[in-house]
């Protein structure tokens, strides 16, 4: 049975930029946003302890925790400096030689391209945030609803890891950076997506799979990129954390996949394909260019036509990949996902390093810990 583009993601065509654009948020003002879960709470009386990965991550989480008030915070962050040493230090889309002409951006010069960088972070970070509540809400909700003990003792570690990140971006945006910004609409319904279905595994593919593995990947390439050490330091235990989030899911979805009839693997498939594009959309920044004042679709169809956007895009999935491959998610029903990620541009990291195991070599709390004792 074939399922088209249109019945998955609303659109024929993955880069119709009016049907991307027409999901914004409405909302912008409210403090609160009340989701009703499907799910049911599930108690087990079966406390034995029969699922030794899951058992030696839930150890690992338990060693490794951190206090968000040990990170450097007295750092000096000069927000504007900072964004121009980034610009400095790497190679951004108006510097590679792309021509302007006929785009909003044509008359842009360094005072507009610096006014750009500072609130692409302030959006960059703020999305990561908002991305990070999700996770707590998530990771409490897998609490209630998985059936295996073991996946609940690790799961309510990883809400506690959460409830930090959340804290550290909050914390940073407020003391550094110059302003937060609104959940992305696609995020958003992205997120709602999640906590509303009412299969306890699709939280897990949701959330540990699919958001996270984008973050695990995207706090790499920001760590890389940043040249402020307190940003730097903060996503470097931020990722620690991540890895084993990420070999969370890895293990879990593995044993309970082996279950599924092909009919229901293939509804996993669709809704990790649902879930790429989604999060594809939303790194197309809309809310920067409507608070910089520049045409939204303009700018949208600049920046998907610049030559080092593959790349960037790619680099987004480069968890991703490996590990719906690992869970069989790429292959099963003639390869569809395959065939999908091929048309999204990122089934190049189907061999990559999948996350099942990476999580301890990832460990840079343990790292740290173990080279201040020597
Ligand atoms: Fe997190
Ligand atoms: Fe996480």
Redesign the pocket.
């Known amino acids: 049975m074939a399922v088209s583009n249109e019945e998955l993601i609303g659109r024929a065509d993955l880069d119709d930029i009016d049907a991307i654009l027409a999901t914004s948020n409405s909302d912008v003002d409210a403090t609160m946003h009340e989701v009703a879960a499907n799910s049911s709470t599930i108690f087990t009386w079966d406390y034995e302890r029969t699922r030794a990965p899951l058992a030696k991550l839930y150890e690992k989480a338990k060693t490794s925790q951190w206090n968000a008030n040990d990170l450097p915070w007295d750092t000096d962050v000069d927000q504007e400096k900072v964004v121009e040493a980034n610009q400095a230090a790497n190679s951004y889309l108006y510097q590679s030689g792309v021509d302007t002409t006929g785009t909003p951006f044509a008359n842009w010069g360094d005072k507009e391209w610096l006014a750009f960088g500072v609130e692409s972070q302030n959006w960059t970070l703020s999305q990561f945030m908002h ?2 509540q999700g ?2 809400i998530c990771t409490a909700q897998i609490v209630e609803t998985v059936p295996w003990i073991d996946a609940k003792y690790y799961a309510s570690t990883q809400v506690m ?2 409830a930090r ?1 959340v804290e550290v971006f909050s914390r940073y945006l407020d003391e550094k950076l110059s302003g937060h910004y609104p959940i992305n609409a696609h995020l958003k319904a992205l997120l709602d997506d999640i906590i509303t279905d009412s299969r306890w595994d699709m939280t897990y593919l949701g959330m540990q799979i699919m958001v ?1 593995g984008l ?1 695990l990947a995207s706090f790499g390439f920001m760590h890389q990129m940043s040249t402020e050490p307190l940003l730097k330091q903060l996503l470097r235990y ?1 990722m620690s ?2 890895a084993r ?1 990420v070999a969370f899911g890895v293990l879990s979805l593995q044993e309970y996949y082996e279950q599924l009839s092909a009919t229901e693997i293939r509804e996993r498939q669709e809704f990790a394909y649902e879930a790429a594009v989604r999060m594809r959309d939303r790194f197309l920044q809309q809310e920067v260019w409507e608070r910089m004042g520049v045409d939204v679709k303009q700018a949208v169809k600049f920046v998907l036509q610049a030559p080092d956007r593959p790349i960037f895009q790619g680099m987004l999935f480069s968890k991703i990949v490996p590990n719906c491959k690992k869970l069989g998610l790429l292959d099963a029903a003639d390869g569809w996902l395959r065939e999908k990620f091929t048309e999204l541009g990122v089934i190049q990291f189907e061999d990559w390093a999948d996350t099942g195991e990476e999580y301890a070599s990832l460990d840079m709390v343990a790292q740290d810990r173990e080279a201040a004792r020597a």
Request: glycine share 8%; aromatic share 0%; net charge negative.
């Open positions: 991305g990070e996770a707590l890891d959460e990140h996270e973050a931020v954390d991540e989030h």
